[in-house]
């Protein structure tokens, strides 16, 4: 398509009569108002002065700018951060599951004394050690054993020693039976860390859509900005080609030499014109290469994207698509994720109010004797065992700072609930405002269509009663203008249903997949 406008551009400069460059100019334009794309010719070579300054500018395609800010863009890598949190305070539940172990050695010596005389001296040795962990019932199980040695000795006749070992094993089980009972109090940390993790992973998945959805805007708009330049291009082009003609007809003695201002002075306003849409294509290229997490920097600043545009179609039923971005809205799941935690939350709190009524079971023998060894071996024997229960319960009055925890906690739950209202509202109205941009730039590309066609007819027939000697270079110029207003509103339309297209696939969540991309 390019070569072939060039080679249209070339016929103009080179053609010698006046119909034969307006014949071409209108066919040049047509093509623009019935193709898929504007008419110009392709955007020029950048300003020597301006390449030097900011380097030559960078080929690249919408995919791969795509996948290049999937991969660095902050946000998604700030996401993927969060998710590693949330497994790691996962992990952190499991401590629930650990075996505690508590172990001790003492020992004491004493003396008594009477009138700065000692009247016995008494030693004790021993070790303990506690093996101990919570049940999911809410108890919990301790192993204990203990060994005690204990000698006492007399100076007075008949000079007594007594000596005694003590042995302890048993294992003791306390069940809260109202506060803190349940296997659901006992998972209750490892439930709330896995939905803070999956609100961590719909954090990322709206991230990936917030990004995607920004580079997309930004590529249009550099869109926008080349095809600008190439539609301003084209304009000059006639421009000059006008000059050179009706510097033919000054010549000639058929044109006044008065023409020839009004074409100078269009020549020299597009020529400003495409300087201030270079200094565009790099401010949108910059733009581009942020949202992308481009590198930007000296010789890294200019970027070049395929600058064909496509006219859109009906963007489809907006109760659909707005049903469609309720049950996809990653703000909205996270709020119900946010409200189930909100619920345990209450739960675990109120759980507090309960009275503390705890059940203890031990059962294990203790054994005494003058010998190590038959401590030891009296544990074993049939009859030494012994079982004691215990039944207490505890309870604090009033109890005002966790009956304000839990209204504190429902009120709480009540701001998601107006949140998530407030949400629906924000989709609905994003939903509805992209819908309408789509369906009313349907309608302006097809109303410049037709304002194109129009101005070529004005151009012809300007062009016939400057013939006549009936209208000035002034009127044909600004039938051309005409022309290239017609051009930009049209790619301007084409370029706004784009955006409001990418804004409704990112509420419905299809901008992910509709461009290939997966951040799972």
């Known amino acids: 398509m390019r070569c072939c406008r060039a080679l249209a551009l070339l016929l103009l400069l080179t053609s010698t009569t006046q119909a034969d460059v307006l014949g071409r100019v209108l066919r040049l334009a047509d093509d623009g108002a019935s193709g898929s794309g504007p008419a110009p010719s392709a955007p020029p070579t950048q300003d020597e002065t301006l390449t030097a300054w900011a380097g030559p500018a960078q080929m690249i395609t919408l995919p791969e700018l795509l996948k290049y800010a999937v991969q660095h863009a902050p946000a998604l890598e700030s996401a993927r951060i969060d998710i590693a949190i949330a497994e790691a305070q996962i992990s952190e539940t499991f401590s629930r599951d650990d075996w505690h172990i508590d172990a001790q050695v003492f020992g004491q010596s004493?003396?008594?004394?009477?009138?700065?005389?000692?009247?016995?001296?008494?030693?004790?040795?021993?070790?303990?050690?506690?093996?101990?962990?919570?049940?999911?019932?809410?108890?919990?199980?301790?192993?204990?054993?203990?060994?005690?040695?204990?000698?006492?000795?007399?100076?007075?006749?008949?000079?007594?020693?007594?000596?005694?070992?003590?042995?302890?094993?048993?294992?003791?089980?306390?069940?809260?039976?109202?506060?803190?009972?349940?296997?659901?109090?006992?998972?209750?940390?490892?439930?709330?860390?896995?939905?803070?993790?999956?609100?961590?992973?719909?954090?990322?998945?709206?991230?990936?859509?917030?990004?995607?959805?920004?580079?997309?805007?930004?590529?249009?708009?550099?869109?926008?900005?080349?095809?600008?330049?190439?539609?301003?291009?084209?304009?000059?082009?006639?421009?000059k080609e006008r000059l050179r003609f009706t510097q033919a007809g000054v010549d000639g003695g058929k044109v006044p030499r008065s023409e020839l201002p009004a074409v100078e002075q269009i020549i020299a306003t597009r020529e400003e014109d495409i300087l201030n849409a270079e200094l565009a294509v790099l401010d949108r290229s910059i733009a581009l290469r942020r949202a992308a997490g481009l590198p930007i920097g000296a010789g890294e600043l200019?970027?070049?994207?395929?600058?064909?545009?496509?006219?859109?179609?009906?963007?489809?039923?907006?109760?659909?698509?707005?049903?469609?971005?309720?049950?996809?809205?990653?703000?909205?799941?996270?709020?119900?994720?946010?409200?189930a935690v909100a619920n345990l939350d209450i739960e675990v709190t109120e759980n507090g109010l309960l009275p503390q009524l705890d059940a203890a079971l031990t059962l294990g023998p203790t054994t005494q004797s003058e010998a190590f060894g038959t401590a030891t071996r009296d544990l074993f024997r049939a009859g030494s065992f012994a079982l004691s229960g215990q039944l207490r319960y505890q309870h604090s009055l009033g109890?005002?700072?966790?009956?304000?925890?839990?209204?504190?906690?429902?009120?709480?739950?009540?701001?998601?609930?107006?949140?998530?209202?407030?949400?629906?509202?924000?989709?609905?109205?994003?939903?509805?405002?992209?819908?309408?941009?789509?369906?009313?730039?349907?309608?302006?590309?097809?109303?410049?269509?037709?304002?194109?066609?129009?101005?070529?007819?004005?151009?012809?027939?300007?062009?016939?009663?400057?013939?006549?000697?009936?209208s000035t270079n002034f009127d044909v110029l600004n039938r051309l203008e005409e022309m290239r207003q017609a051009q930009l509103r049209r790619t301007q339309a084409i370029i706004d249903w784009q955006k409001a297209r990418a804004v409704a696939m990112a509420l419905t969540g299809d901008i992910l997949p509709g461009y290939g991309i997966s951040v799972d």
């Open 110 to 239: 004493s003396s008594g004394y009477i009138s700065g005389l000692r009247i016995d001296r008494s030693t004790v040795i021993g070790a303990s050690v506690d093996v101990s962990r919570l049940l999911p019932t809410g108890g919990t199980l301790t192993l204990h054993g203990s060994t005690q040695y204990s000698r006492t000795t007399s100076p007075f006749p008949p000079n007594d020693k007594l000596t005694n070992w003590s042995d302890e094993v048993n294992a003791t089980y306390v069940q809260p039976l109202m506060k803190g009972r349940g296997r659901w109090l006992y998972e209750a940390s490892e439930l709330r860390a896995k939905l803070s993790q999956d609100a961590a992973v719909l954090a990322k998945r709206l991230a990936a859509i917030n990004a995607v959805q920004t580079v997309i805007s930004a590529y249009w708009d550099l869109v926008l900005a080349e095809r600008t330049i190439a539609i301003t291009q084209a304009s000059l082009d006639l421009a």
């Open 302 to 339: 200019g970027l070049q994207v395929d600058s064909d545009v496509v006219e859109g179609d009906s963007a489809g039923a907006l109760a659909d698509l707005t049903e469609r971005a309720y049950a996809a809205a990653p703000q909205l799941l996270q709020l119900t994720k946010q409200g």
């Open 399 to 470: 109890q005002e700072d966790i009956k304000g925890r839990a209204r504190e906690l429902r009120e709480n739950k009540r701001k998601l609930v107006v949140n998530a209202f407030d949400v629906r509202a924000q989709i609905a109205q994003g939903m509805a405002q992209s819908v309408a941009q789509m369906e009313l730039a349907t309608r302006r590309v097809k109303l410049s269509e037709r304002a194109i066609e129009l101005a070529n007819q004005n151009i012809k027939l300007e062009q016939d009663r400057f013939n006549l000697g009936k």
